[in-house]
Structures are given as structure tokens and as C-alpha cells.
């Protein structure tokens, strides 16, 4: 059984940094492109931020250069550092490994406000 659990959002203010982690079980975690998505209140999920199994990122443009996608196959982690964090960044954020059709952790609440 697949499981994946998210860990590291909270409540900070605007400019800020949060770490997120996401740990998997049941899976050959190496083999998988791991990726990062988000839903804010009203809206749908999309994506933030990808990386393959051979450490190439994606990200989506209104994260570039703010945050940062990273794993650790030894660990079955992988993370999202998020810097210069804005309101506009609040959102349930969810682990996910294999696309869209793939698995889903059950996400974890970031909301940047002062």
C-alpha cells in the first residue's frame, strides 16, 4: 500500500520560509517523478513543481526562482523549500508521485499572512 505523508506548513508571514517534506512508503520511490501541487480556497489544484529521477526540476513560473524542489531517494523524502514566500502562496499543498494519475499524499495547509 502507497502512502504518502506531508509535513512543514503552517502559518507565516510574507517574506518568509517554510520547508515542506514528503515521505513515501510502499513504492520504489527512485523510479518516479515526484511533484508538488496546490489548492487554494475556490480554486483547483495545480501544479507548483516537479523533479525527475534524474534530478531535473520543472517549476511553475510564479514560483521560479522562490522555491525549491529537491529528493532523497535514500530517505524516500522529497521537499519543497519555499522562500519569499507571498499571500498569494496560500494553499493546501500535496505531495504526488507518478502524475496526475498516480498517488497523492492528504496534503498540508501553508497560509502566508501578517
Known amino acids: 500500500q502507497v502512502q504518502l505523508v506531508e509535513s512543514g506548513g503552517g502559518l507565516v508571514q510574507p517574506g518568509g520560509s517554510l520547508r515542506l517534506s514528503c515521505v513515501a512508503s510502499?513504492?520504489?520511490?527512485?523510479?518516479?517523478?515526484l511533484g508538488w501541487y496546490r489548492q487554494a480556497p475556490g480554486n483547483q489544484r495545480e501544479f507548483v513543481a516537479d523533479?525527475?529521477?534524474?534530478?531535473?526540476?520543472n517549476y511553475v513560473d510564479s514560483v521560479k526562482g522562490r522555491f525549491t524542489i529537491s529528493r532523497d531517494n535514500d530517505k524516500s523524502t522529497m521537499y519543497l523549500q519555499m522562500n519569499s514566500l507571498k499571500p498569494e502562496d496560500t494553499a493546501v499543498y500535496y505531495c504526488?508521485?507518478?502524475?496526475?494519475?498516480?498517488?497523492w499524499g492528504k496534503g498540508t495547509p501553508v497560509t502566508v499572512s501578517s
Open positions: 523533479i525527475t529521477n534524474y534530478d531535473s526540476a
Open positions: 510502499g513504492i520504489i520511490f527512485r523510479r518516479y517523478i
Open positions: 504526488n508521485i507518478g502524475g496526475q494519475g498516480g498517488y
